[in-house]
């Protein structure tokens, strides 16, 4: 089926461990020949407290953007939320909901749109669903994960035993693995 994992290579409860190749290439038709369109982008969707703090987070880790309001200019080297923040009381968004929601963007416009959403509880439980990250050919698991460390992240143990992968929570306590290179 065009845009399912293969079956795992082996444990076949561990994410990690299938084949994400896709045949994207292929078509679906559904009844009378008719061509059924699949969904091609996504935006992934985080409850959190402080969608500011969160969002430059993970923006700093992907070399993600946060985007601008309205006639922003990056150039400026203006910061982004201060921006925002202008053009929110400017319109009359009260100061309480300017931390409401905030985003980050791949600047080449590959990767999915990360969204993030303040919400009045916390979080309780294990996530789940997680972002899995790849570092490049050219960088090292042991790397990557001291500067996530640096950037606020802390490694996390959820019983996951002796794996390759380091699994670690953002500031907010959002649970995510760092793999090793591919």
């Not at 461990?17 to 061509?35: K, M, P």
């Not at 993970?58 to 203006?78: E, F, H, Q, S």
Request: glycine residues 10%; hydrophobic residues 35%.
């Amino acid at each position: 089926m065009v845009g399912v994992p293969r079956r795992p290579v082996s444990h076949h409860a561990n994410c990690h461990n299938y084949d994400y190749r896709f045949n994207l290439g292929a078509e679906l038709s559904g009844s009378g020949g008719r061509v059924i369109t699949m969904s091609r982008t996504i935006q992934v969707t985080f409850d959190c407290a402080d969608p500011e703090t969160i969002s430059r987070f993970w923006a700093a880790v992907l070399g993600y953007v946060n985007p601008g309001p309205p006639g922003y200019d990056a150039a400026t080297g203006r910061d982004v939320f201060d921006a925002w923040h202008e053009f929110l009381g400017r319109i009359g968004v009260p100061e309480s909901e300017w931390n409401s929601r905030s985003a980050a963007e791949d600047p080449e416009g590959a990767g999915p749109r990360l969204f993030f959403q303040r919400v009045p509880e916390g979080k309780v439980v294990k996530n789940r669903v997680h972002l899995d990250l790849a570092p490049a050919d050219h960088d090292d698991q042991s790397a990557e994960v001291e500067r996530l460390i640096d950037l606020g992240a802390r490694r996390v143990d959820i019983g996951q035993g002796d794996v390759s992968w380091v699994v670690m929570a953002d500031p907010q306590g959002n649970e995510f693995c760092v793999l090793t290179p591919r």
